[in-house]
């Protein structure tokens, strides 16, 4: 017989292997900041990606 597995138990488990901040120990959300420049030999952009983890102690750095 096939082993029941729980919403509540599948997310116990991701939550585990996340890894925690180590200022304020909570599991944070992974988000996508995009930031534009613009070239100085040209009259066109740039726009670099980089993802961040953020969490209760980073949240209003990130946010504003």
Do not use: H, Q
């Amino acid at each position: 017989m096939a082993k029941d597995k729980s919403f509540a138990a599948k997310m116990a488990k991701s939550t585990k292997l996340l890894p925690t901040c180590p200022k304020c120990g909570e599991v944070g959300n992974m988000l996508l900041v995009v930031s534009s420049e613009k070239k100085e030999s040209k009259d066109s952009w740039l726009f670099k990606e980089k993802m961040v983890r953020v969490c209760k102690c980073n949240e209003k750095e990130i946010y504003s």
